[in-house]
């Protein structure tokens, strides 16, 4: 775990700190804002999340939050109406929120098959109690963390998921104890950069992506990728327990939400 800030790092938060109205913030939810819980529709943002980023928004470029979750769920869940200059990427993209607006695709039709067919898929592979199903619209989550041992129960069911997935034209996720089926060809990656891509001002002055989980690793990459086109940036690791390889990717590794939160209270006077 890197508990001190990288040389590279360093490039990217000094860019942050001396050219804010340029750089684009990016941060996951859950793991991330959000401390994660055994109950997903639990999960509340971190007490001074909100707060946080609101006091941020008109100090720099962009801010904008790319969940896994739908987009409307963030939102609630974070208590991010109102704060002005954020947007809310849900589905790994797929939806937007911004200003209190809302764009949502009609989902892909693999997803209602995949719906009708999990209940079966699992009780078929023998899922243990404690199994559940999160329904996110446009994807299927199956959360093994209430189970007895829940590692043991989210390899027993990785083949039939995969399965699943290739029957109905649809992708696993792996993440921190689940296991989710969404569609092909968005990721936080891809979403981030297009984000980026988009914004029409230009190059941003800096990047900075906040992730925890496995799913947060491409747009780690997306970093890599600016870095490479020489935009400094600062990848920032949520460090937990349960998954390590985030951190290993990072320039600097934080404690939980709670250490999300003070890095960026301190971020900018």
């Not at 690791?237 to 301190?266: H, W």
């Amino acid at each position: 775990m890197n508990l001190s800030l990288t040389a590279v790092g360093t490039d990217g938060l000094d860019a942050i700190r001396n050219h804010p109205r340029g750089a684009v913030l990016g941060f996951d939810f859950d793991g991330t804002l959000a401390p994660i819980v055994d109950d997903p529709e639990a999960a509340r943002a971190h007490p001074r999340a909100a707060a946080t980023l609101a006091r941020l928004a008109p100090l720099v470029g962009s801010l904008v939050i790319v969940t896994g979750r739908p987009a409307a769920t963030a939102v609630e869940y974070g208590g991010f109406e109102g704060i002005d200059g954020l947007v809310v990427l849900g589905q790994y993209g797929l939806e937007r929120w911004e200003s209190g607006t809302m764009t949502v695709p009609e989902p892909p039709p693999g997803v209602a098959e995949a719906r009708a067919k999990l209940p079966d898929v699992l009780a078929a592979a023998g899922a243990p109690d404690g199994t559940f199903v999160e329904d996110k619209g446009q994807a299927l989550a199956v959360h093994t963390r209430r189970t007895a041992e829940p590692e043991v129960a989210l390899e027993r069911l990785r083949g039939i998921m995969n399965a699943l997935a290739e029957r109905t034209g649809l992708v696993v996720e792996p993440g921190r104890l689940v296991l989710e089926l969404r569609p092909p060809g968005m990721d936080k990656g891809i979403a981030f950069r297009s984000f980026i891509d988009s914004l029409g001002d230009g190059p941003p002055s800096a990047v900075l992506f906040a992730g925890d989980d496995l799913g947060d690793l491409t747009a780690f990459d997306t970093i890599d990728a600016l870095r490479a086109e020489g935009i400094p940036g600062l990848k920032l690791c949520s460090g937990s327990t349960e998954v390590t390889i985030l951190a290993e990717r990072a320039d600097l590794v934080v404690d939980g939400p709670q250490g999300i939160v003070e890095f960026l209270e301190n971020l900018l006077p």
